[in-house]
Nanobody, 125 residues
Framework: QVQLVESGGGLVQAGGSLRLSCAAS????????MGWFRQAPGKEREFVAA????????YYADSVKGRFTISRDNAKNTVSLQMNSLKPEDTAVYYC??????????????????WGQGTQVTVSS
């Protein structure tokens, strides 16, 4: 059983930056692809970014491409999301997720193996 704990959320002004981190425990970290998702009030949860087990492949939603960067440190069992040039529409609860299959993270979030509890990101205008 893998446990995921996010941190790093907060309140930031538009144009600012935040770095989210997700610490994984209870499993072999390199067995898992990792992803970040977000859910804004009244909206469905959506994909933000994903990274394969080695960190060699990354994927992004069009809405964050060029502004957000996902990375992982397999020695520390962590995955991070660097968010730059933040916009008010980035306001959401951000969730970390893990799955044996990168494809599942990319196209089928409802069947993902593991989720964190979420961290709030609020971007003021």
């Amino acid at each position: 059983q893998v446990q995921l704990v996010e941190s790093g959320g907060g309140l930031v002004q538009a144009g600012g930056s935040l770095r989210l981190s997700c610490a994984a425990s209870g499993g072999t970290f390199t067995n898992y692809a990792m992803g970040w998702f977000r859910q804004a009030p009244g909206k469905e949860r959506e994909f933000v970014a994903a990274i394969n087990w080695s960190g060699g492949r990354t994927y992004y939603a069009d809405s964050v491409k060029g502004r957000f960067t996902i990375s992982r440190d397999n020695a520390k069992n962590t995955v991070s999301l660097q968010m730059n040039s933040l916009k008010p529409e980035d306001t959401a609860v951000y969730y970390c997720a893990a799955d044996n299959s990168l494809a599942t993270i990319l196209v089928n979030m409802k069947t993902l193996d593991y989720w964190g509890q979420g961290t709030q990101v609020t971007v003021s205008s």
